[in-house]
């Protein structure tokens, strides 16, 4: 995928990695960067075309792909994350991550692929985590959602082939967005995560590991899980 001349959207570009994706496609040539955001005005990057875009809204996803028919690169970007725990979170905000992180991704992607088709194939990029990857004490209706983006990557890699959308996938670890605010751990520079990812593909990568963490992640999935987990290993009701 040539990224130069290319016609990219990204969506959830008025912040965090968004916006760092909008930023470094501008700095490498795109001819149109269009910046989709639930509310454009938030966008302030110069240089980018602003787009309403809801992912959750059938009729906004629509509108967006009729007014940027000429995309030859597609960043689903947008997500959200709640902390709902899957046993006793609010079900309400579970359901909004999937319908957000998973349903808006495939409803993006189904929009667009006939225009990626006619303008000669073009290319995919999802935003994953390695949360699709791994169990914690909270998030893991955001992890869940992030898991079926990663099945849904694969699946739609498939389902281009024959008609020649490159369909690249994106793990990262935490990154300093807003939705990382407030969590005292080491954080990814989103433009580090864009720069890396567009890296990837100009490639042709299927795949871009963003960190170290989402590296030695991907590698545990062959283990054991005990390794991952060994805090359940031998759980006891207790007395």
Do not use: C
């Not at 912040?15 to 509310?39: M, P, S």
């Not at 299927?206 to 991907?218: F, N, P, Q, T, Y």
């Not at 283990?223 to 009701?237: E, I, K, S, T």
């Amino acid at each position: 995928m040539q990224i130069e001349n290319s016609v990219a959207l990204v969506t959830g570009a008025n912040r965090g990695i968004g916006r760092a994706f909008a930023e470094e496609l501008l700095r490498r040539g795109a001819h149109t960067v269009y910046a989709a955001a639930r509310r454009p005005e938030t966008v302030d990057l110069p240089g980018v075309i602003p787009l309403q875009l809801d992912v959750t809204d059938p009729a906004q996803v629509a509108a967006a792909a009729e007014a940027a028919s000429d995309t030859t690169l597609l960043v689903n970007n947008a997500g959200i994350s709640t902390y709902a725990k899957l046993v006793t979170g609010d079900l309400t905000d579970i359901r909004r991550e999937m319908d957000t992180n998973y349903y808006g991704s495939l409803a993006m992607v189904r929009a667009f692929a006939p225009h990626l088709a006619r303008n000669g194939g073009g290319a995919v990029l999802n935003v994953l985590s390695v949360m699709a990857w791994l169990g914690y004490e909270h998030s893991n209706g955001y992890g869940a959602s992030k898991a079926a983006l990663w099945a849904l990557t694969n699946g739609i890699r498939v389902e281009l082939i024959e008609q020649g959308t490159q369909v690249t996938g994106l793990l990262l670890a935490s990154t300093d967005t807003d939705m990382m605010a407030g969590i005292d751990v080491a954080k990814n520079r989103p433009e580090d995560v864009a720069r890396v990812a567009l890296d990837g593909v100009a490639a042709g990568a299927l795949e871009v590991l963003a960190d170290e963490i989402s590296v030695g992640l991907k590698a545990s999935l062959a283990q054991n899980p005990a390794v991952l987990y060994p805090q359940a290993v031998g759980v006891r009701p207790p007395a």
